[in-house]
C-alpha cells in the first residue's frame, strides 16, 4: 500500500464543528436518543469482531486502488467517525430518524470520501472489496447501502447491517489482519450472504435530534452528543 497526498475535508463546515465539539467535550447533551438519525456523525462496531469502522489516507495496493477501509480496535481514532447522509436522488433531512429499508451514504469525515464498493477483489480474502471513494462527501451510485434492520428506524440498540445497493453484497468482517503500514487493522468487505461477520452497532458519536420550531414547523438543528 502507498501513501495519499493530504486529505480533503468534507466541506459540511457544519459537520465539521460539531466533530470538533465531540473531541473537545465528549460529553451527553440533552435527552437520550434510542435512534440514529440524518446528519449524525457516528462510529460504527462490528460486533462479530469488536472493531470499529475506520479509513485513512492509505491506498489500496490492488484493486481499485482507492483509499482503502479497515476495522481499528481502538476506540479513541477520529479516524473511525462516519457522517449519515442521503443520496444524491433522496434527501436525508437533519435529525429524522433513519428508516430501516432506507438507501443512505456514509462519509468519512476527516476525508471526504464515501463507503464504496465495487466488484474488485479485496486485497487478503479476495471478498468484494470495500473502499473509501470521492471527493468532498460526492461520488457516484455505487456509494449507497440500504439499513437492514428488524423495526422501522434504525435503533441504536439494534445490530443491523448494510447491503451495497448496486451489488447486493453486505459490509462485513472476517478478522483477516494487514501488516505494514497498517498492522493490526482488520480487512473490511463486502459478502453476498448475511453472517454474524455483517452485523454493525451504531456507538460513540454525535447524534442529531428533531426540534419544534417557534413557529410549528420542524427543525432539525439541535444534537446529542455521546462519546
Known amino acids: 500500500m502507498g501513501h495519499l497526498n493530504g486529505p480533503t475535508l468534507l466541506p459540511n463546515s457544519l459537520t465539521r464543528l460539531l466533530l470538533l465539539l465531540l473531541c473537545i467535550f465528549g460529553l451527553s447533551l440533552g435527552t437520550e ?6 446528519g449524525s456523525v457516528v462510529k460504527l462496531l462490528n460486533v462479530k469482531h469488536n472493531v470499529r469502522l475506520h479509513s485513512h489516507d492509505v491506498r489500496y495496493g490492488s484493486g481499485s486502488g482507492q483509499q482503502s477501509v479497515t476495522g481499528v480496535t481502538s ?7 462516519w457522517s449519515v447522509r442521503g443520496t444524491s436522488g433522496t434527501l436525508c433531512h437533519r435529525g429524522t430518524p433513519v ?3 432506507q438507501t443512505i451514504r456514509l462519509t468519512h469525515v476527516n476525508t471526504g470520501r464515501n463507503l464504496h ?4 477483489a ?3 480474502s479476495s471478498n468484494q472489496e470495500v473502499s473509501a471513494f470521492g471527493d468532498e462527501g460526492e461520488g457516484d451510485h455505487l456509494d449507497e447501502w440500504t439499513v437492514q434492520c428488524g423495526g422501522s428506524v434504525w435503533n441504536r440498540e439494534e445490530a443491523i447491517r448494510f447491503r451495497h445497493k448496486a451489488t447486493d453484497a453486505l459490509l462485513s468482517v ?14 473490511v468487505h463486502a459478502m453476498a450472504s448475511p453472517s454474524q461477520h455483517s452485523l454493525w452497532k451504531a456507538m460513540e458519536g454525535i447524534f442529531m435530534k428533531p426540534s419544534e ?8 438543528d439541535h444534537m446529542h452528543t455521546e462519546f
Do not use: M, W
Open 213 to 220: 420550531s417557534p413557529a410549528g414547523s420542524r427543525e432539525y
Open 174 to 187: 472476517t478478522g483477516e489482519q494487514y501488516g505494514r503500514p497498517i498492522h493490526g487493522q482488520r480487512e
Open 99 to 101: 428508516k430501516c429499508g
Open 75 to 81: 476506540v479513541e481514532d477520529s479516524n473511525s467517525y
Open 33 to 38: 436518543l434510542s435512534f440514529v438519525t440524518c
Open 117 to 120: 464498493s465495487h466488484y474488485f
Open 122 to 124: 479485496s486485497p487478503l
